[in-house]
């Protein structure tokens, strides 16, 4: 029997169908939505908490929020933001094993997942850190996560869309994914392969994001295009816009 087993918050909520209903919008009320992610997604005095660190685009060109992808989707779909916690640097496991480890630990996805308001579409945008910073696969678990389980990516990962579910029921929930992770090498490769299989397991959509524009890393403003373009792609059809 595993020690310590970790307490989900909310276990006594009734698990929903694991096909959540895309949300409809209407003239009265425009669907809103939040974003838990990382550097790609940060802008400065545009994330909840506001002391949650951000990643410094003017140095790529990128110098208003009007950039952003998330906005330029917003714009698009006339929807309205409800939280943007994102965290640049952030993991989605609990991995410490590296410079600022320590530092990145309490801003995990899975430490950040609980404050994303009451949005009607959840944006999951991450991974990039767990593979930048080399953090360990682990084994694959879907239930009865200990607290070692949480340093590792996969047991992360199949928490962090369970928590999802039962914390938000009506949201319908995206994991965005970098697929260009997948160049840097076959462990790289894993990395992508292990969360499209996780997220299958728990009916979450993926949205994969290919031939991303970057300077220093990151989506400069030709990237914030590219990612806005490709979500949008996705929610037009699913939302048939």
Sequence with gaps: MKAKTVLIAL?????????????????????????????????????????????????IGVTSVEQMWWHKMASEMEWILDKNNSF?????????GFNA???????????RMDNLGDPDVIFIQGGTNDVWNGAYHGEFVYSDWTEGDLEYYRPALAYMFDSMKRLYPKAKLYFMIDMGLC???????????????IANHYNIDCIKLYD?????????????EDIARQVLEVLESDFNV
């Design 183 to 197: 160049d840097y090498d076959p462990v790289a490769r894993t990395f992508v392969e292990d969360a499209l299989k």
């Design 88 to 96: 640049s640097g952030s993991l989605i496991c609990n991995f410490w």
């Design 212 to 224: 991303i524009h970057k300077s220093w890393s990151h989506p400069d403003a030709e990237g914030q």
């Design 101 to 111: 480890g320590l530092y990145y630990k309490p801003h995990s996805f899975i430490n």
């Design 11 to 59: 276990a006594s909520v009734v698990v929903l169908s694991s096909c959540t209903k895309t949300p409809e919008p209407s003239e009265e009320s425009p669907l809103s939505f939040s974003i838990l992610g990382d550097s790609f997604s940060t802008f400065e005095g545009y994330v909840t908490p506001d002391a949650n660190d951000v990643w410094y685009y003017e140095r």
